[in-house]
């Protein structure tokens, strides 16, 4: 059995439900407000451009897979799965009406309801760690995904140098007190403890290549407490590369 999260998913999926409405600022805070350089190198990662297909997995309030649908145009789409009913009517609510081609969907990401093959590129962001399986839930990414496009994870990790060890304290003692002062201490104590239960980059790199993907790259962000993993659909045998 592959690695994943041992936290029952029902009562994950109830979490998120509950920090819908605190999300976005949550993520801004506890960043440091970093959150969104770190999503703009996640975006040049997939490598989407004019006319390209994009989804993204566990997309929350939908900021990710509006960035794509950006980065896809002119005449591209971008598609946001997420498996919290809230999440999507947020993402839902704060979409502008003339985006055409975003969409949100509310779906299981180790079950994605799309076809094989369908997308340029596909994205994870903070969500992986949640996952009951890892390799599944790259293993579908990859499925959804042409061969020669990129499947792209930005997570958080538990840190090993001094520098990353030092923002480690933040996550595991700050976070929690900020998220008491929201009312979701519990969720963002979860948070603390979902991180230390994640692999190290090294692993992921590992388990994305059990999933399928090929020409496995990472990157560390944020000191150490952050890896930018990329991967690339293989291109069937006898098949002329993209």
């Known amino acids: ?49 004019p006319g ?7 997309c929350g309030t939908g900021k990710v897979t509006t960035d794509l649908w950006h980065a896809a145009q002119p005449g591209g789409s971008a598609l946001g799965i997420d498996f919290s009913a809230r999440m999507i009517e947020n993402a839902r609510r704060h979409r502008p009406a003339d985006l055409e081609g975003l969409e949100f969907r509310q779906g299981d990401a180790l079950a994605l309801p799309v076809e094989d093959d369908d997308f340029d590129a596909a ?19 990859a499925r959804v995904v042409r ?22 304290i933040w996550f595991d003692r700050i976070v929690p007190l900020i998220g008491r002062l929201v009312g979701q201490g519990d969720a963002y104590a979860y948070l603390a403890r979902s991180v230390k239960g994640y692999p190290a ?7 994305m290549r059990e999933a399928g993907l090929e020409a496995i790259e990472w990157e560390p962000l944020a000191g150490g407490i952050i890896a930018l993993h990329t991967g690339v659909v293989p291109q069937a045998a006898g098949s002329e590369s993209a």
């Open 123 to 141: 994205t994870i962001a903070y969500g992986m760690r949640n996952l009951a399986d890892y390799r599944q839930g790259f293993a579908e990414m």
């Open 52 to 58: 390209g297909r994009a989804l993204d997995v566990a």
């Open 201 to 207: 980059p090294e692993r992921i790199a590992e388990i």
């Open 1 to 49: 059995m592959s690695q994943g999260n041992s936290a029952p998913p029902a009562r994950v999926e109830e979490m998120f439900d509950r920090i819908s409405s605190v999300y976005d600022g949550m993520n801004l805070a506890i960043s440091g407000f970093q959150e969104p350089r770190w999503r703009r190198k996640l975006i040049r990662a997939t490598r989407i451009g």
């Open 147 to 168: 061969p020669g496009g990129t499947v792209a994870c930005l997570e958080i990790y538990q840190p090993t140098s001094v520098t990353g060890r030092l923002l480690g």
